[in-house]
C-alpha cells in the first residue's frame, strides 16, 4: 500500500492548510482560502472541536486528507459533511483517495449517522463518476446557496 490512514493531529495543520489550498486552486479559487494554520488548530483542537480530519501519510509526509464536521438534518437527524478531500496532485492515482473517502464513510457508520453529504463541482466529471460508482446520488435538483462574510454584513446592516 505504500501509505497508511489516520486521524489527523494538530501539529498536521501545517500540511493539511498546505492541502486546503492546493483544493482552491484546483477549484479555480487559488484565492479563496482565508482560514490560517492557527485557526484550523483552534477550531479542530479546542474544547468543543467544531471538524475532524483523516490523513494520508507516506513516507512521513501528509500526502491527502478529509476533512469533515457533525451536522443534524431535520428531516434525518444526525449527519455529516464532508467538506474537503484531497490528495496532493504527485500522489493520484494510488488509491489515496479512495481509501481517505472509505475512511469517512466507514466513522459515519460508526457514529450511527443517516447521511453523509458533500459538494461536487458539476465539472468534476471523474469524482462525480467515482461517488456513483460507490452508490452515492449526486442530486442535480439542489443549488448551494452560500452567503460570505461581506454580504452575511451588509444584510446584518440592514435588519
Given at each position: 500500500m505504500?501509505?497508511?490512514?489516520?486521524?489527523?493531529?494538530?501539529?498536521?495543520?501545517?500540511?493539511?492548510?498546505?492541502?486546503?489550498?492546493e483544493l482552491a486552486h484546483f477549484e479555480k479559487e487559488p484565492d479563496a482560502v482565508i482560514v490560517s494554520k492557527e485557526d484550523l488548530e483552534r477550531d479542530g483542537f479546542g474544547s468543543a472541536p467544531l471538524f475532524k480530519t483523516f490523513v494520508a501519510e507516506m513516507d512521513n509526509d501528509i500526502v491527502g486528507m478529509a476533512l469533515f464536521y457533525p451536522r443534524y438534518s431535520t428531516w434525518k437527524g444526525p449527519t455529516i459533511h464532508l467538506e474537503d478531500l484531497i490528495v496532493t496532485k504527485s500522489k493520484r492515482g494510488l488509491n489515496i483517495?479512495?481509501?481517505?473517502?472509505?475512511?469517512?464513510?466507514?466513522?459515519?457508520?460508526?457514529?450511527?449517522?443517516?447521511?453523509?453529504?458533500?459538494?461536487?463541482l458539476d465539472w468534476n466529471k471523474p469524482a462525480i463518476d467515482f461517488y456513483k460508482k460507490t452508490g452515492a446520488v449526486v442530486l442535480e435538483d439542489w443549488n448551494t446557496a452560500q452567503m460570505n462574510e461581506d454580504a452575511i454584513k451588509k444584510y446584518i446592516e440592514t435588519l
Open positions: 505504500g501509505f497508511k490512514i489516520r486521524e489527523g493531529k494538530k501539529t498536521d495543520m501545517f500540511s493539511v492548510l498546505k492541502l486546503i489550498k483517495g479512495s481509501a481517505l473517502y472509505a475512511k469517512v464513510i466507514e466513522y459515519g457508520f460508526n457514529q450511527g449517522v443517516k447521511r453523509i453529504e458533500w459538494v461536487v
